[in-house]
């Protein structure tokens, strides 16, 4: 069945399902799995995909499925993008590696050049580039502690920020990311979130700002403080949107305070929330920003980028990695942001928020089970709880997202409290399949809400 199949847009882009959902060849490869992979290395749906392209992934059992996760908020210009798939094999044919530490070539320094232009504030901005997510946070820590000679990094409740060393520190979930994997990096602090959904009374933005500001006056001190780093959008953590002024407000703290104030883009970046970047919804211009997921249409690559001062402060040789910037990566990352340019994608985000909000806010008003209704662009969540109040039922958001796998509809759920169930299709998906999507979720609540 895979033999022949190729991906992209060109996939009949339907739902059809040939067999139970996982099929049985999905079922032969997860027992190999099993027997040849850790357990800790554990996929929410064994579907085994044979290609992707536009709105859907096929499976190894010829079912047809919608991509309602983008392989978490990675292949926003859709799966084996014509553009990106051909930019990858063109450098593939020509050199694979070098090391840019090493001998260097134009593509890490085209990809910086693209972030500089992109990312928000019009200073003068260097970039670097990595692998995954959590090698950019772990650095745009180590930049910020060398630029400002200081040791203290505050995160937030229910941070994502990896899965190394560090950024266990500072992400905040226990299970699954950080249960007996420490001890974990010293001199990161956590400061409450703006999260109005869960605020015991109405707090605005610039209360909670202060809330948090005040306890790291009292408990780490401003002049011991390196960073604060956030994601403008919560990711993992359950897509908690802030209210409005908390990020300014942080942000102003930090310019007056002498702190290195992060943006956590990862998931948030490249067009996913209806701007190039989260933070500009408010206006906010980080000091350093790191990205990495919708960066290069799937080829692993991240970055930090941010204040020329602050990112050249660094000693040569202070940065780097053998793969860092690797260049079929890079030949990823430039098709990959000349198509969310070209292809007006930050619109598409919109008019995909414009077709999801309105359907989710229904089932807000049918539904007690669901609590909130939250995101932008196409980082949408609804929050789902015991009736009448806020008490999490991760058990319901569980039935709910298998309900759509068995359907043919790949979501995922996310937050502190595990009731979150998120929505971060492609932002290329055709709008019927987005609709299909949302009838299999309406179908979802209308059989498994008790
Ligand atoms: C996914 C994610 C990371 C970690 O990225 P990896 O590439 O998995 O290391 C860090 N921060 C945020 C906000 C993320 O969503």
């Not at 920003?289 to 941010?306: D, E, N, R, S």
């Amino acid at each position: 069945m895979s033999d022949t199949i190729t991906g992209g847009p060109g996939l009949a882009q339907h739902r059809r399902l040939l067999t139970e959902i996982p099929g049985p060849r999905s079922a032969e490869l997860h027992a190999r799995k099993t027997a040849a992979v850790a357990a800790g290395v554990s996929p929410g749906l064994p579907v085994y995909i044979a290609a992707g392209g536009g709105g859907v992934l096929v499976d190894v059992d010829g079912n047809s499925l919608i991509d309602m996760g983008s392989g978490i908020a990675v292949v926003s210009v859709g799966n084996a993008a014509p553009a990106v798939s051909a930019a990858v094999a063109e450098q593939a044919s020509r050199f694979t590696h070098t090391c840019f530490m090493v001998t260097p070539y134009e593509g890490y320094v085209a990809v910086s050049e693209a972030l500089n232009r992109l990312t928000p504030g019009e200073h003068d901005k260097r970039s670097a580039l990595f692998n995954s997510g959590a090698e950019a946070v772990e650095n745009a820590v180590k930049i910020a502690r060398h630029h400002t000679g200081r040791d203290a990094v505050i995160v937030f409740d229910h941070a994502y920020h990896g899965r190394t060393n560090l950024t266990m520190a500072m992400t905040a979930k226990n299970m699954p990311y950080k249960h007996r994997f420490g001890p974990f990096a010293g001199e990161v602090h956590r400061v409450p979130m703006s999260y109005p959904f869960r605020e015991p009374a109405p707090t605005s933005g610039e209360q909670a700002a202060e809330r948090a500001i005040t306890m790291i006056d009292k408990q780490v001190g401003a002049d011991n403080v390196a960073a604060v780093v956030i994601e403008p959008i919560q990711g993992e953590g359950g897509f908690v949107v802030p209210a409005p002024g908390f990020l300014p407000a942080l942000a102003a703290w930090c310019a007056e305070r002498g702190v290195v104030f992060v943006a956590d883009e990862i998931q948030t970046g490249f067009a996913r929330t209806g701007d190039m970047f989260a933070c500009e919804h408010e206006g906010v211009v980080p000091d350093l920003i790191t990205t990495a997921k919708g960066i290069a249409g799937g080829m692993p690559l991240a970055a930090v980028t941010g204040r020329a001062e602050i990112m050249d402060a660094v000693h040569p040789g202070g940065l780097g990695g053998t793969y860092g910037g690797n260049p079929v990566a890079c030949a990823g990352a430039l098709a990959a942001i000349a198509t969310i340019e070209s292809e007006d994608l930050r619109g598409r985000a919109r008019r995909i928020e414009q077709i999801m909000m309105p359907r989710l806010r229904a089932l807000a008003e049918r539904y007690p089970q669901v609590g909130d209704v939250r995101g932008r662009g196409a980082m949408l969540a609804v929050e789902l709880v015991r009736p009448g109040g806020t008490e999490p039922d991760a058990a319901l958001a569980a039935a709910l997202n298998a309900h759509c796998h068995r359907n043919g509809v790949v979501t995922l759920t996310c937050g502190t409290f595990g009731n979150v169930m998120r929505f971060l299709p492609p932002l290329v998906i055709p709008e019927e399949l987005l609709l299909d999507a949302l009838d299999v979720i309406d179908d979802a609540f209308a059989t498994q809400v008790g």
